[in-house]
């Protein structure tokens, strides 16, 4: 341990020696690195048609589903505090009645089809998918394990069902995957300190690897995997065999997208290595929270995965805490997307695969607005050359600039507030049945911006968000470029 801390210290001196010495220009580049076996193998972004496509979704859907459905949070007249998908760790629930709940788990009204068609109504672009949680319990038939859907009343293979029909209504699917398996009987939290120890974790280490070939075996459609139960030391300190499994797992499928969450570096740090790139295709530090600047993404591609209460993924009987609305999820919706990131929300079916009626509810609202204003979200990207204003976000897509707005103004004004030499608004209007919009010409502020003000319909009522469409010119320094834009 001595001299693995010595070997980290060391390596850390050096990275910040190094840097310090680039950036007062001993590097060409401006940039020096440690040499790592196991860090990122690819520092920014991928620019594949697979990550491209990743990078418009804009919308995902989650969903946590397991045998954790059945007791839903509750357990003997008692609620469990927490997650209900961590219900098992719950000191009140006995173990062995837990490990048993598969037996009961005989989901009659579980209809793939259509959860596809509730997802697509919504306007989600991908699904992430639990295979198994923390409880090791397998919506498929691993040939690896008896403690799966095979083994239960239902006895149908669940992930190829959802697999496919997501797939036919053209929604990409990932498969959430859970390292840690309380399951399985070889998964320890710390590395092994003894011979026992090290021939079970050899075996629990084999058993995750052959339980990933056989998903990409068995769903050669999916896109990538979403990874979960990484952060213990057990598997922190596997930075080797990771790795392998990584690269062996991308030879087998070319494209396959993977975020950040999987591996660590041979220094144990997880998510950026030592030279700070990002391991992984995506960043997934951001779940259930949202970056409060761009900066603080690193350049990096990033989705935000999102509950609708404020610590549940699974399904619970109670909501006991508080629930978003449609509207606070798609502020969420246009913010991630403003900043360059896809919003995911998370639903949690019933033991009968039903999704509760509020879940259905929201889902429906973000379908409604998604029909009018998913132009501004698919494929969008951050706005350039444009300030923020407090009345919502920005995207753009080439020369349209897509106004998100949330907090209309008293006054039914839209200030735009552009950097100067850059662009100038042509046509204005809304998403919402094309009206145009009067485009007022406000001069310029003390920092030399050019300032346009927008005028909203009067008389307009607007239900909830909306977007407003600009034409984007770019004049290049041409003063005249706003006359003729309004030509």
């Given at each position: 341990?001595?001299t ?29 690195t440690?040499?790592?076996k ?15 496509r990743?990078r418009?979704?804009?919308?995902g859907q ?35 009645e837990?490990?048993?709940?598969y ?13 596809a068609?509730?997802a ?15 409880d090791?319990?397998?919506l498929?038939?691993s040939?690896?394990t ?27 699917v990932?498969?959430y ?25 050899e ?22 995997f ?13 930075a ?14 070319p ?8 591996r ?17 295709d ?19 591609d ?19 805490t ?46 409604r ?5 998913g ?14 204003q407090?009345?919502?976000?920005m995207?753009?897509?080439?020369n ?59 008389g307009?009522?607007f239900?909830g ?7 984007l010119?770019?004049?290049n320094g ?10």
């Amino acid at each position: 341990m001595k001299t693995r801390i010595v070997t980290v210290c060391m390596a850390l001196f050096m990275a910040m020696s190094w840097n310090a010495w680039a950036q007062t220009g001993g590097s060409p580049k401006g940039r020096v690195t440690i040499p790592l076996k196991h860090g990122s193998d690819h520092p920014g972004k991928r620019t594949d048609a697979d990550m491209e496509r990743w990078r418009g979704y804009g919308l995902g859907q989650f969903i946590h589903w397991g045998v954790y459905a059945i007791p839903g949070g509750e357990w003997n007249g008692k609620t469990y505090n927490g997650a209900a998908e961590w219900i098992r760790a719950w000191r009140e629930f006995p173990r062995e009645e837990y490990d048993n709940l598969y037996k009961q788990f005989n989901p009659t009204g579980f209809d793939a089809k259509a959860w596809a068609r509730m997802a697509k109504k919504m306007g989600a672009g991908y699904l992430i998918f639990t295979t198994k949680h923390h409880d090791g319990f397998c919506l498929w038939p691993s040939r690896y394990t008896d403690y799966t859907v095979a083994h239960t009343p239902y006895q149908k293979d669940i992930v190829g069902q959802v697999v496919d029909a997501y797939t036919a209504e053209g929604i990409d699917v990932y498969l959430y995957f859970s390292i840690m398996d309380w399951n399985q009987g070889g998964w320890l939290y710390q590395p092994p300190k003894n011979e026992e120890e090290k021939a079970r974790w050899e075996g629990f280490k084999q058993f995750t690897r052959n339980q990933l070939l056989e998903l990409l075996e068995n769903y050669p459609q999916i896109k990538g995997f979403w990874f979960d139960g990484t952060w213990d030391a057990s598997w922190v300190g596997e930075a080797e065999f990771a790795h392998e499994l990584e690269q062996e797992l991308r030879a087998l499928h070319p494209g396959l997208i993977i975020g950040s969450r999987f591996r660590a570096d041979e220094y144990g740090n997880r998510r950026y290595d030592l030279n700070g790139d990002l391991i992984g295709d995506y960043d997934q530090t951001w779940e259930r929270d949202i970056p409060t600047d761009i900066g603080q993404l690193r350049g990096n591609d990033w989705d935000c995965c999102m509950t609708i209460p404020e610590n549940g993924w699974g399904y619970a009987k109670t909501w006991t805490t508080y629930a978003k609305t449609p509207y606070e999820l798609l502020s969420m919706l246009s913010e991630c997307n403003s900043l360059g990131g896809n919003l995911v929300i998370n639903f949690g079916p019933d033991g009968n695969g039903h999704f509760r009626v509020e879940e259905q509810q929201i889902a429906a609202e973000i379908g409604r607005w998604m029909d009018v204003n998913g132009e501004a979200i698919r494929d969008a990207e951050p706005a350039a050359g444009v300030h923020k204003q407090g009345w919502g976000f920005m995207t753009q897509k080439g020369n349209r600039l897509f106004l998100h707005v949330y907090n209309q103004p008293l006054n039914n004004v839209l200030r735009l507030v552009f950097d100067k030499k850059t662009y100038v608004p042509g046509r204005v209007k809304l998403l919402d049945g094309g009206t145009a919009l009067k485009v007022e010409d406000a001069g310029r502020n003390k920092q030399n911006a050019r300032l346009f003000n927008l005028y909203l319909p009067e008389g307009k009522t607007f239900a909830g968000p909306f977007v407003v469409e600009v034409e984007l010119i770019d004049n290049n320094g041409d003063q005249d470029a706003y006359q003729q834009a309004k030509v």
